[in-house]
């Protein structure tokens, strides 16, 4: 996990990451939550393009925040892999922005536009949206995924578009919704003040919860949660790895030798040769 | 733990460094108009020009990591530091290896205790200083307890994967032709090995010419359109 307070004496930011297919208006509702909280916060982005700046680019001449603050990642044509198993170059990216603009009230990490299968690591971002938009169907809510079943919020994008593409709206919320068991879905348009309010207002409730400590990264996964079949639920069978922020999901991908190296999970305990004087127990005061 | 575990540990291809957003120069190769059957020959070239200096360069890093004393190690590392830079003329490439440093030690420093290299919080303003890739893989090499030849052998290999494994992603080819190559590039890494592991000081660094390496690498830095960082 992110340290949740600083790293090398610089104030952490709230991480939001914006997940979803290309073409879904990731962009746009980045610039969008510029121009609605550039004003009252300290806001930054990291874009990851696959093959271009064109995201970077297009935020910097959207002229919702300083271009300084807008960096690009490359992602060497694996965007999965940059917003979830190496994260790296993502997190310097984050601090980076975090040393040079500091104090830092919330940066986003847009994605590259890749299947629905992409969702961040809890390790890069606190929270993530995923997004769609009703012009990719309406069937796409009840095909699944990780990120639209669990990620924090799920987006809705382009209402305004759906008389066009003959989409039904609050069908395709309804499937959200039921895809998701009740988690936040958006139907947002930029021409739908209320919409816009509803998004605004939830990133300054995730940004107070941050700030009191109690706001859980989780992660959306890329497999569903599960059982196993004699009803065990597999959390409780492995409480002696996993601490109190996974109280109700998580699945068979045991993602928690995080590079961040919180201790949450006790790994200090099991990290192999720990017993060795020149293996470190791993503290996030010691982060580079 | 064994060096020889380490040392497979430190060559995987999955070790999280960030390093899956390089391509090794091969990508600007490529679009500069270099064909792919000409990877084996642009690999050679790496391995007898820049590779060589960033291994003994590695190689460098690791001894001075041994031989000075805790606490007295920085201020050689620095001279090292600077012997590589003079002998990098292109500054896209390096900042691409001051990135790949910076990504490096994020991932050494969270393993082995390398709070001496990683300096003190410097909190909110300028930066730690920023070590390019070559010091810091030599000195987790150290503390790894890799040897000089073991060392050096991971700075060439890692080259040789970097730029096969960027080229299949850029023109895709049977990827078991791409493991031919890197099984054909053996004898020059082995080269490489050899004409590096007697260095004894920063002096004694190679400081080869690859113009056109630098010369692409400062190109595509500027281009609009690519998949790699370098």
Not at chain 1, 125 to 147: C, E, I, N, S, T
Not at chain 1, 261 to 268: I, K, L, R, S, Y
Not at chain 2, 36 to 45: D, G, K
Not at chain 2, 166 to 179: I, N, R, T
């Given at each position: 996990?992110?340290?949740?307070?600083?790293?090398?004496?610089?104030?952490?930011?709230?991480?939001?990451?914006?997940?979803?297919?290309?073409?879904?208006?990731?962009?746009?509702?980045?610039?969008?939550?510029?121009?609605?909280?550039?004003?009252?916060?300290?806001?930054?982005?990291?874009?990851?393009?696959?093959?271009?700046?064109?995201?970077?680019?297009?935020?910097?001449?959207?002229?919702?925040?300083?271009?300084?603050?807008?960096?690009?990642?490359?992602?060497?044509?694996?965007?999965?892999?940059?917003?979830?198993?190496?994260?790296?170059?993502?997190?310097?990216a984050v601090e980076d922005l975090e040393r040079d603009f500091a104090p830092v009230d919330l940066v986003l990490v847009e994605s590259g536009g890749d299947n629905l299968t992409a969702?961040?690591?809890?390790?890069?971002?606190?929270?993530?949206?995923?997004?769609?938009?009703?012009?990719?169907?309406?069937?796409?809510?009840?095909?699944?995924?990780?990120?639209?079943?669990?990620?924090?919020?799920?987006?809705?994008?382009?209402?305004?578009?759906?008389?066009?593409?003959?989409?039904?709206?609050?069908?395709?919320?309804?499937?959200?919704?039921?895809?998701?068991?009740?988690?936040?879905?958006?139907?947002?348009?930029?021409?739908?003040?209320?919409?816009?309010?509803?998004?605004?207002?939830?990133?300054?409730?995730?940004?107070?919860?941050?700030?009191?400590?109690?706001?859980?990264?989780?992660?959306?996964?890329?497999?569903?949660?599960?059982?196993?079949?004699?009803?065990?639920?597999?959390?409780?069978?492995?409480?002696?790895?996993?601490?109190?922020?996974?109280?109700?999901?998580?699945?068979?991908?045991?993602?928690?030798?995080?590079?961040?190296?919180?201790d949450q999970h006790g790994w200090g305990e099991v990290r192999p040769g720990g017993e060795e004087t020149r293996y470190r127990h791993v503290g996030a005061a010691h982060r580079p | 733990?064994?060096?020889?575990?380490?040392?497979?540990?430190?060559?995987?291809?999955?070790?999280?460094?960030?390093?899956?957003?390089?391509?090794?120069?091969?990508?600007?190769?490529?679009?500069?108009?270099?064909?792919?059957?000409?990877?084996?020959?642009?690999?050679?070239?790496?391995?007898?020009?820049?590779?060589?200096?960033?291994?003994?360069?590695?190689?460098?890093?690791?001894?001075?990591?041994?031989?000075?004393?805790?606490?007295?190690?920085?201020?050689?590392?620095?001279?090292?530091?600077?012997?590589?830079?003079?002998?990098?003329?292109?500054?896209?490439?390096?900042?691409?290896?001051?990135?790949?440093?910076?990504?490096?030690?994020?991932?050494?420093?969270?393993?082995?205790?390398?709070?001496?290299?990683?300096?003190?919080?410097?909190?909110?303003?300028?930066?730690?200083?920023?070590?390019?890739?070559?010091?810091?893989?030599?000195?987790?090499?150290?503390?790894?307890?890799?040897?000089?030849?073991?060392?050096?052998?991971?700075?060439?290999?890692?080259d040789v994967q970097t730029v096969l494994a960027a080229a299949l992603k850029l023109v895709p080819f049977d990827p078991s032709h791409g493991v031919a190559w890197a099984a054909a590039?053996?004898?020059?890494?082995?080269?490489?090995?050899?004409?590096?592991?007697?260095?004894?000081?920063?002096?004694?660094?190679?400081?080869?010419?690859?113009?056109?390496?630098?010369?692409?690498?400062?190109?595509?830095?500027?281009?609009?359109?690519?998949?790699?960082?370098?």
């Amino acid at each position: 996990m992110p340290d949740p307070v600083s790293h090398g004496g610089v104030p952490r930011s709230l991480r939001l990451g914006v997940a979803g297919p290309v073409g879904t208006g990731k962009s746009s509702l980045i610039a969008l939550l510029c121009r609605e909280l550039g004003h009252r916060l300290s806001v930054a982005v990291v874009t990851n393009d696959i093959y271009t700046d064109e995201d970077a680019r297009f935020l910097r001449s959207a002229g919702v925040l300083d271009p300084e603050r807008i960096r690009a990642v490359e992602t060497g044509a694996c965007p999965h892999t940059a917003i979830r198993d190496d994260v790296t170059q993502n997190l310097l990216a984050v601090e980076d922005l975090e040393r040079d603009f500091a104090p830092v009230d919330l940066v986003l990490v847009e994605s590259g536009g890749d299947n629905l299968t992409a969702t961040f690591s809890p390790a890069l971002v606190d929270a993530q949206f995923f997004v769609l938009d009703v012009a990719g169907g309406g069937d796409v809510a009840r095909k699944g995924g990780p990120g639209i079943a669990r990620a924090d919020v799920l987006v809705v994008n382009k209402t305004d578009l759906a008389p066009h593409v003959g989409v039904d709206v609050l069908q395709m919320v309804h499937d959200a919704e039921h895809a998701r068991d009740g988690r936040r879905v958006v139907a947002l348009s930029r021409t739908d003040a209320e919409s816009v309010a509803e998004l605004r207002d939830w990133v300054l409730q995730t940004l107070e919860r941050f700030r009191a400590g109690t706001l859980v990264p989780v992660d959306p996964g890329p497999m569903a949660p599960h059982r196993h079949a004699e009803g065990q639920d597999h959390a409780e069978s492995h409480d002696h790895l996993h601490g109190p922020d996974h109280p109700d999901e998580h699945d068979h991908h045991h993602e928690h030798d995080q590079p961040d190296g919180h201790d949450q999970h006790g790994w200090g305990e099991v990290r192999p040769g720990g017993e060795e004087t020149r293996y470190r127990h791993v503290g996030a005061a010691h982060r580079p | 733990m064994s060096a020889a575990y380490l040392s497979l540990l430190l060559a995987d291809g999955r070790l999280p460094t960030g390093a899956h957003t390089q391509s090794g120069g091969v990508e600007p190769a490529l679009h500069a108009g270099m064909s792919l059957a000409e990877v084996p020959h642009y690999l050679r070239v790496r391995l007898r020009t820049v590779t060589e200096t960033e291994a003994g360069t590695a190689v460098l890093a690791r001894a001075t990591w041994l031989a000075a004393e805790p606490g007295h190690r920085t201020a050689p590392l620095a001279v090292l530091d600077q012997a590589w830079r003079a002998r990098t003329p292109s500054d896209a490439l390096r900042d691409a290896a001051d990135l790949l440093g910076r990504s490096y030690l994020r991932m050494a420093a969270a393993v082995w205790d390398l709070d001496e290299l990683v300096g003190p919080a410097a909190g909110p303003g300028p930066a730690r200083r920023v070590w390019c890739r070559a010091v810091v893989v030599g000195v987790t090499a150290a503390v790894a307890g890799l040897s000089t030849v073991e060392t050096a052998r991971l700075v060439a290999f890692e080259d040789v994967q970097t730029v096969l494994a960027a080229a299949l992603k850029l023109v895709p080819f049977d990827p078991s032709h791409g493991v031919a190559w890197a099984a054909a590039a053996e004898p020059e890494v082995e080269r490489l090995v050899a004409s590096v592991a007697g260095l004894t000081a920063p002096d004694e660094l190679p400081a080869h010419s690859a113009p056109l390496i630098e010369q692409w690498g400062q190109l595509h830095r500027e281009t609009e359109r690519r998949l790699f960082r370098a």
